[in-house]
Nanobody, 124 residues
Framework: QVQLEESGGGLVQPGDSLRLSCAAS????????MGWFRQAPGKEREFVAR????????SYADFVKGRFTISRDNNKNTVSLQMNDLKPEDTAIYYC?????????????????WGQGTQVTVSS
């Protein structure tokens, strides 16, 4: 079993920054892709970012390119999401995920494990 625990969410104003962190425990493996999804009220859960097992390949959803940065530290079993220039449209619950591979981790069906989620609210 793998446990993923997110932290770092909160209430911020437009233009502010937040850094989300995800700590993995249990049967962790560095040879798995990691990523982030989010779900806004009344909307479908959507892909945000993903990173390959060694951090060498990264992919972002179009709506966060240039603003968000995903990174990982396999020695610490953590993955982070640096979010800059936050917009009200970014308001959502953000979920840390682990997948078996990188290429399909832009789809919820490819997720092996989900974190419990952390709330990000962007409002003036």
């Amino acid at each position: 079993q793998v446990q993923l625990e997110e932290s770092g969410g909160g209430l911020v104003q437009p233009g502010d920054s937040l850094r989300l962190s995800c700590a993995a425990s249990g049967r962790t493996s560095p040879s798995r892709a990691m990523g982030w999804f989010r779900q806004a009220p009344g909307k479908e859960r959507e892909f945000v970012a993903r990173i390959s097992w060694d951090g060498g390949v990264i992919s972002y959803a179009d709506f966060v390119k240039g603003r968000f940065t995903i990174s990982r530290d396999n020695n610490k079993n953590t993955v982070s999401l640096q979010m800059n220039d936050l917009k009200p449209e970014d308001t959502a619950i953000y979920y840390c995920v682990r997948g078996h591979n990188f290429i399909h981790l832009n789809a919820t069906t490819s997720v092996e494990y989900w974190g419990q989620g952390t709330q990000v609210t962007v409002s003036s």
